[in-house]
């Protein structure tokens, strides 16, 4: 069982008829839908057999996001709450019994796999606009080593150059002078690119922000980062961070940042995608000059890996 929903895992190969019968029979009769979804995450990018859910994108109609996803929701209640057959209650010891989870930018759903008895856990990501929906694809069908160094390369944008030289490659109509004890900042999220102007204190610990301007433009991001190409893979884009970077703080930033959004779950210890998750660590680490914990760490599970697999 995985997710919140409590829901079995889904085989690869039954994804796409599941989630046919789901458009079919459920989103494609939402009047809020505008008619397109899109898969991100692991089932675009990976490579695994079986699934613990489905991500997928969907343009809505309007410009809420809070009030369509409540609309959704509701609309869900009034049709589908006595059909089990297309809407299943969850599983899960947490959530057991509800039909479906508001969850940050996700409506979440326990949908009957195509042609089993058993369910699958869909999650229904938002986006409410054309530039939205392809920025969230982009970003989201990363893998996400890559994205973790992307999104380092984002903060330390105004570390590595000039906040105004900045500002005019992307259009942005903002006075880049700051008083004593602020400074600009670049933020990435699945949804958005984000300008913050950040309050810090002289340890640069962060005392307040406000954002200053959005984007949902992906091609933005190509222009803030350039000339790191996104698309060229997590080696390339650390060695040209290796040899590109110039301020000190700039290699320790991106390491903490990597460290933070990779992390390896319990449910991920010694399994491949945890050791390819700590190589990932060890590798930021050493590339970037930070201390070699999570190298050493990773050296001594995988010497610990390979006696293991002689002996059997």
Same mark, same amino acid.
């Given at each position: 069982?995985?997710?919140?929903?409590?829901?079995?895992? *889904? /085989?690869?190969?039954?994804?796409?008829?599941?989630?046919?019968?789901?458009?079919?029979? &459920?989103?494609?009769?939402?009047?809020?839908?505008?008619?397109?979804?899109?898969?991100?995450?692991?089932?675009?990018?990976?490579?695994?057999?079986?699934?613990?859910?489905? @991500?997928?994108?969907?343009?809505?109609?309007?410009?809420?996001?809070?009030?369509?996803?409540?609309?959704?929701?509701?609309?869900?209640?009034?049709?589908?709450? @006595?059909?089990?057959?297309?809407?299943?209650?969850?599983?899960?010891?947490?959530?057991?019994? &509800?039909?479906?989870?508001?969850?940050?930018e996700?409506?979440? *759903?326990?949908?009957?796999?195509?042609?089993? @008895?058993?369910?699958?856990?869909?999650?229904?990501?938002?986006?409410?606009?054309?530039?939205?929906?392809?920025? /969230?694809?982009?970003?989201?069908?990363?893998?996400?080593?890559?994205?973790?160094?992307?999104?380092?390369?984002? /903060?330390?944008?105004? *570390?590595?150059?000039?906040?105004?030289? $900045?500002?005019k490659?992307?259009? &942005?109509?903002?006075?880049?002078?700051?008083?004593?004890?602020?400074?600009?900042? +670049?933020?990435?999220?699945?949804?958005?690119?984000q300008?913050?102007?950040?309050?810090l204190? /002289?340890?640069?610990?962060?005392?307040?922000?406000?954002?200053?301007?959005?984007?949902?433009?992906?091609?933005?991001?190509?222009?803030?980062?350039?000339?790191?190409?996104? #698309?060229?893979?997590? =080696?390339?884009?650390?060695n040209?961070?290796?040899? #590109?970077?110039?301020?000190?703080?700039?290699?320790?930033?991106?390491?903490?940042? +990597? =460290?933070?959004?990779?992390s390896?779950?319990?449910?991920?210890?010694?399994?491949?995608?945890?050791?390819?998750? $700590?190589?990932? *660590?060890?590798?930021?680490?050493?590339?970037?000059?930070?201390?070699?914990?999570?190298?050493?760490?990773?050296?001594?599970?995988?010497?610990r =890996?390979?006696?293991?697999?002689?002996?059997?």
């Amino acid at each position: 069982m995985s997710g919140s929903t409590g829901a079995h895992r *889904i /085989k690869k190969a039954d994804v796409q008829p599941t989630i046919d019968h789901y458009i079919k029979n &459920i989103l494609s009769k939402w009047p809020g839908w505008g008619g397109k979804y899109a898969y991100t995450g692991s089932y675009v990018v990976g490579k695994k057999s079986d699934y613990g859910d489905v @991500d997928i994108v969907i343009l809505a109609n309007g410009s809420d996001k809070k009030a369509a996803k409540k609309e959704f929701q509701k609309w869900l209640d009034d049709n589908f709450s @006595d059909r089990p057959d297309l809407l299943m209650p969850f599983v899960s010891q947490k959530y057991g019994g &509800i039909l479906h989870k508001n969850m940050g930018e996700l409506v979440t *759903i326990h949908y009957p796999q195509k042609g089993k @008895d058993y369910g699958a856990q869909i999650d229904n990501m938002f986006a409410m606009t054309e530039d939205e929906f392809a920025f /969230k694809q982009e970003f989201l069908n990363l893998p996400a080593e890559t994205q973790g160094l992307i999104l380092g390369l984002v /903060k330390i944008a105004t *570390i590595e150059n000039k906040p105004e030289d $900045l500002f005019k490659k992307l259009g &942005i109509s903002v006075d880049p002078e700051l008083p004593e004890g602020y400074e600009w900042e +670049f933020n990435l999220s699945g949804k958005e690119l984000q300008l913050r102007k950040v309050h810090l204190d /002289k340890n640069y610990k962060q005392l307040g922000r406000t954002i200053e301007w959005k984007s949902d433009t992906w091609q933005d991001v190509k222009t803030l980062i350039s000339p790191y190409p996104i #698309n060229a893979g997590f =080696k390339t884009l650390l060695n040209m961070a290796s040899k #590109n970077l110039k301020n000190q703080r700039s290699g320790k930033r991106m390491v903490g940042i +990597f =460290k933070s959004m990779i992390s390896v779950k319990s449910g991920e210890v010694g399994t491949e995608k945890g050791m390819n998750k $700590l190589r990932a *660590i060890a590798d930021v680490e050493k590339t970037l000059g930070e201390s070699k914990t999570y190298f050493l760490k990773f050296e001594q599970l995988f010497e610990r =890996k390979n006696k293991i697999n002689k002996t059997k």
